[in-house]
């Protein structure tokens, strides 16, 4: 079943009569948040953009963050804030933040400043002069990360490349874009959970434009992306968008009985050659098996985590629960 979009459209093409959200998750980000919002609310007056919201979306931070926000929310009514009731994760910030604005476009932007919120007045001319809708930023560089996440993320982002079953993924992006009320009203339509967003958003397809920077270090405070949270976003990344897993498990079982063929095979002739021997309880047999065993653990492991993907869709359980909504709209539809 098909997905139909009746686009509403943007009266202006102007900046001034455009409402601009700005999403910005965040988690134990205190020494950070307050830069946050002094940075994105000079950039969005420097751009121009009277209308405004700049949603943050507290994602069940065990500091000051919540407190911090409160208070910039108090003295700024463009503030909105979504709290949830545990931490969710970073995807589910996100997807809360699109599912939630009420702008014609929308900015997603992480807390760390690694991103530069002065980007987004040019996110938003490109929008309108090259009529996108999709404005991603596409990293030329990468301040402050090791050369392990480096390299991770370069591999990372050629394999999913390589696996992408549609269209390919652009190489080197985060979450830092803009989309318009057409992608938002798009992505709310969509029934799955959102666990890997720069993904399903360019799988819609659309005009797509990048907007090349250098990624900034991190302002202040700690990643929030360890070792093993990348690993489960990448492991996210590759089996929400390529069925290629599978059919490679079936690769390599055929592989595996092709194996299995030739040492029988070898087996054979060595039994029956007189220039070969074979030493009874061969060490073969135990090689063979754990071969075999592994090979069928693999394909058992890449079988079980696409069932646990079907498990939490056929759940429905909400991708996570806002505990706390300050200076929401007042209108009911938004």
Known sequence: MGLTYTDRGVQSK????LKLSVIIPCYNEEEVIAATYARVDRS????GASRREIMFINDGSRDRTLEILRVIARTDRDVRVLSFSRNFGHQSAVAAGIENCTGDVAVIIDADLQDPPELIGEMVRIHIAQEANIVYGLRTSRKGDSFFKKLSAYWFYRLLNF???TQKPPKDTGDFRLIDRRIIDTFKAMPERKEYLRGLIHWMGFKQVALPYEREERFAGQTKYPFRK??????????????????LATTIGLFSIAVGVLLAI???????????????????TVITIVFFGGVQLLCLGILGSYLA???????????????ESINAPEDPVA
């Not at 102007?14 to 009569?17: D, E, G, K, R």
């Not at 087996?267 to 073969?284: D, E, M, R």
């Open 44 to 47: 969005l007056k420097d751009a």
């Open 266 to 284: 070898y087996v054979v002739l060595a039994y029956f050659s007189k220039t070969v021997s074979i030493v009874p309880g061969w060490a073969s």
């Open 163 to 165: 696996l992408s079953d």
């Open 309 to 323: 993907i079907v498990f939490d869709e056929v759940k429905r359980r909400p991708q996570y629960i806002i505990q």
């Open 230 to 247: 990348m690993l489960q976003f990448a492991s996210h990344g590759v089996q929400y968008f390529s069925a290629k897993p599978l059919k």
């Open 14 to 17: 102007s900046i001034v009569n």
